[in-house]
């Protein structure tokens, strides 16, 4: 293998398929990203057995030389250097060439490096998926919808399909739920062309999602999904993602989620998100979180919380409107903010059928997300 390839080219690639690389390996082989060149360009892969991310560097774009082939070959070089290295290399131009036993050779400029590759015929071979049906949505869809679930997500390793977000698409309804026992976020859209797709029970691992999501440019380009048995490929410009799909089943969340409710308010997204803000700063120093949310007399609420040893912090906040009984509630403020902090709509109704039962979040213009907090049971 000998070629001559540009830089930024070849880094950008190569940050892409690194955020599949895991320093947990045991597998030699994974802990390297693979470089196989044909005179079409140069395919990156890197993989960790639960995701593999695959990039291709065409040899010509728009006319413009990226990469000149002197001998096409394959070999797989330790990830860990190669993309510090790349990253650090003085020229615009970067010559590789590999010799007998894999021995890479790099330079650049005045630089001059040697690798000790290894043999690519180790490599996995990366799924083969059937792609009978694709569905297609914008990327600054996807992407908000990964951002406005995934901090739901369980971390305990315990309940493994907990980790993930459950996928459901059916009558054209793109849905994402996730949650950790404790809260749950939910985001739906609507997908035209895809009333006779249809598949549930698909989970992908929340941080899997959160890498894809660094991945997919902010220009609003398509993102092509196809779903297969036990593998989700996400098809992004030039980069091919495989996902595995979580094995188990997602438990029914719909039961939690009330039909009606007792209370409701509509509030001030910002002024609320500031107000729960000031509330935790004390009920974090009790390690509990707890803040306090009551409604008053006039029409207004109350945020509440205390720390033994700092004191106690209130405050009254004008609420847009108010429906049905008085109520006096305790939850987890750091979940309340997680939520807020993914809020875009400028106002949202907090929604309640008793002060033990889960407290409902609905952002008022972004019909298609709601959030579910379980509150805290208090002796005062």
């Known amino acids: 293998m000998k070629i001559s390839i540009l830089k930024n080219e070849l880094n950008e690639s190569i940050q892409h398929v690194s955020k599949a690389i895991s320093s947990r ?7 390297g990203i693979k470089l196989e060149v044909s005179h079409q360009g140069v395919t990156l892969t890197a993989s960790d057995t639960d995701i593999s991310i695959q990039s291709f560097i065409p040899a010509e774009n728009d ?39 894999f021995q890479t050779y790099i330079s650049s400029g005045a630089t001059e490096i040697q690798i000790v590759g290894l043999d690519p015929e180790e490599f996995p071979v990366l799924p083969n998926i059937e792609e009978n049906e694709t569905i297609s949505l914008p990327g600054d869809l996807l992407k908000n919808m990964i951002k406005q679930t995934a901090f739901s997500i369980s971390t305990q390793e315990t309940t493994p399909i907990l980790t993930g977000i459950l996928w459901n698409l059916a009558d054209g309804e793109f849905k994402f739920t996730a949650t950790d026992r404790h809260r749950l976020a ?19 691992a929340g941080k899997t999602l959160n890498e894809l999501s660094k991945i997919i440019p902010d220009q609003n380009m398509l993102v092509d999904i196809v779903v297969a048995d036990n593998q989700v490929l996400f ?3 030039k980069v091919l993602f495989y996902s595995r799909i979580l094995d188990g089943i997602y438990p029914d969340t719909s039961r939690i989620i009330p039909t009606a409710y007792k209370t409701e308010l509509t509030l001030d997204t910002k002024k609320l998100s500031e107000s729960i803000d000031r509330a935790y700063l004390l009920s974090r120093e009790e390690k509990t979180n707890i803040v306090r949310l009551q409604t ?25 409107d108010f429906k049905g009984e008085p109520l006096k509630i305790s939850f987890n403020s750091k979940y309340m903010l997680d939520v807020l902090k993914v809020v875009e709509s400028e106002q949202l109704v907090i929604a309640f059928t008793g002060m033990m ?3 409902i979040l ?9 959030y579910v907090i379980l509150p805290y049971r208090t002796t005062n």
């Open 362 to 370: 609905k952002p008022l213009d972004e019909s298609q997300s709601m």
């Open 25 to 31: 390996t045991t597998i030699p082989i994974l802990t």
């Open 186 to 204: 939910t985001r739906a859209a609507r997908l035209e062309g895809t009333e006779n797709v249809r598949f549930g029970n698909v989970v992908i």
């Open 235 to 237: 098809k992004i410009d």
């Open 63 to 101: 006319s413009h030389t990226i990469v000149k082939v002197e001998q096409p070959g394959s070999v797989v070089l330790p990830a860990k250097f190669f993309v510090e290295i790349i990253k650090k290399l003085p020229s615009k131009e970067i010559h590789m060439e590999v010799k007998e036993g």
């Open 296 to 320: 008053l007399e006039n029409g207004a609420i109350e945020i509440s919380s205390s720390s033994s040893e700092l004191g106690k912090v209130r405050e009254e906040l004008e609420v847009i």
């Open 357 to 359: 039962s889960p407290i």
